[in-house]
């Protein structure tokens, strides 16, 4: 594991289990101080326990307190962001990880669910790095040399592909990958890095998947074999002093597999003089010019159906 130096503060949003815990040990390994902020919901977002964030700052020991308060309102991530003020000093590293699911189907969906998933796995992000980066940016104006302001949000291969019944969580995740670009870009000059991963692991999301077919019961299978560390240790690359360069991108991390994912750009181009733009001249250049670049309506566990390598 490569050092992190001894001054750096980070916050894990989600940090009380699975991924979230998996990061914090990494980070706190590699020398970080860690905010454990969970406030110890169930998968659906219900039934907080401050005891999840507590149990998991005690086992990392002496680098690590708990925040167990919900993130996911403007307040509480002022409140975080000045807790780990008041307790480290500094703010270096922020990891949004925290997240809910609720699915169903979008021809079933119930409007009080697509607002608990944006608020929990998008706006708490926004509201985290909102208050969080510009104390990030101080730091970067008090030292010409800071180059270790890190910013990774956990999104979704979900976000990217799409899967069935997942509408909140999939546009929640998507809307992650316009939060990293933008900031990325914002913090570019402050020494302060943003990027997003899209991670596999088993945990007890991965566990609760009630396989609705032959191809989701292979995806659980081959999930439950994952390890979470995996995804751990690339984050704490990200956050490491080695990725200074690396902002704006996205990776997914799968077992020992790790990728860099293409971002939407244009790939085709159809033009037409005014006089010619019209449905039938645009259905033509369509089916003609842009056919082969048409992206296969695919769910994500779909496209990642092969043996991950462990
Ligand atoms: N497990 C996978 O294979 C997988 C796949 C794709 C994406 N992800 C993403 O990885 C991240 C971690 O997933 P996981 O499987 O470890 O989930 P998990 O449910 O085990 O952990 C998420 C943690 O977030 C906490 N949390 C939720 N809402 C919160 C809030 N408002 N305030 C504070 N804490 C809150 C929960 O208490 C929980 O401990 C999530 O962003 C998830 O969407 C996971």
Redesign the pocket.
Known sequence: MTEIHDEREAIV??????????IARALSQAGAKVVI???????G?IN??PT??RTAASEIGSSAIA??????TPE?AKALIDFTRDSYGRVDIII??????RDSFIFKSDPDDWDAVI???LS?AYHLLAAATPVMRAQGKADSNYKDGRIVN?????GLYGNFGQAT?ASA?AGLLGLTRTVALDMARSGVTCNAV?????????ESIQPANESQTEYKTR?LR?S?HH?ATFVAYLCDEKAKHVSGQLFAVRGREVFIFSQPRPKARITSPDSDWSVNSLAIAVDKEFIPDFIALET?LEAFNTDPVI
């Open positions: 949003t989600g940090g009380g289990r699975g991924i979230g815990l998996s902020s969970d406030s110890g919901v169930s998968i977002g907080p326990d999840v964030a925040f167990t308060e919900s993130i996911a509480s949004n990880n925290a997240a809910i699911l608020t929990t796995n708490a956990i999104t979704s291969t979900a969580y995740k899209a991670p596999f692991a088993a945990t007890r999301v991965t999930a994952l979470s995804v994500d």
